[in-house]
């Protein structure tokens, strides 16, 4: 059976020329730092954006950590958003989670976008990995992934007051709504997977496997890159055609 390309109608080299005229020299270097990559139909071009190893936030993480930096995804999202030749985003996610606050912040930019996205969790969504899987407006899943739901961690001195059990609180009620407002699952259903005391040895909370995470309400659907793509130009056309149909009328 011959294998559908429509999804790859450029060369490597038209693609490089396509960045460069839509995009800039400043841009395209940009997205050799960050790992990402523009493609798609000429009629539809989409980003696709790697979230990777672990989100760094306000602190530099070792040399040797494989890293994801909010301060090089957030102005890269605003783009995307801004620059009407792109159509579509596609997120690609592998991650052991990271910084909480940096990783809410990714997600709420791409929650609160208009440009049409589709994430997929391939290897590893884990810990804040999960908002940043449900803030697309469709979820994927790859058959053998997982996720890890569990409560928010602190590293270095944490004093053992009321006051800082309180603060952990209130920062997992803030991932708590995030996840359950962009996705199928309840708060309750959530709190009860983070809390769970019976499945991980030297902490609380559960991994979720490919299967369990669809069940749940946390992910849409399993599947696989061709299947994101699909649902993703799925989506674009969607929105040419209501553009179309409102240019009409006016």
Known sequence: M????????????????????LLGDDYSEGIKNVGSVITGRKDALIHCLTIIGQIEGHYILPSQNKTTKYEHIIPLLVSVEENPNI???????????????????????????????????????????????????????????????????????????????????????????????????SKEEYNRLVLNTGELVTDIGTILDSDTAVKCGLVDSIGTLSQAIDSLYEMINSNIYQEDNNTEKN
């Open 2 to 21: 011959k294998k559908d390309n429509t999804h790859n109608s450029f060369s490597a080299e038209e693609n490089e020329d396509k960045e460069q005229d």
């Open 87 to 185: 159509k579509g985003l596609l997120i690609l996610l592998n991650t052991v989670g990271g910084d909480v606050e940096a990783g809410l912040a990714i997600a709420e930019v791409i929650a609160g976008m208009k440009t049409p996205t589709v994430s997929v969790v391939l290897g590893g969504g884990h810990s804040i990995g999960i908002p940043l899987a449900v803030a697309a407006d469709k979820s994927f899943i790859a058959k053998s992934a997982t996720m890890t739901a569990h409560p928010v961690r602190s590293t270095g001195l944490t004093l053992g007051v009321q006051q800082s059990f309180e603060y952990f609180r209130r920062i997992q009620d803030r991932i708590t709504t995030f996840v359950s407002d962009n996705s199928g699952i």
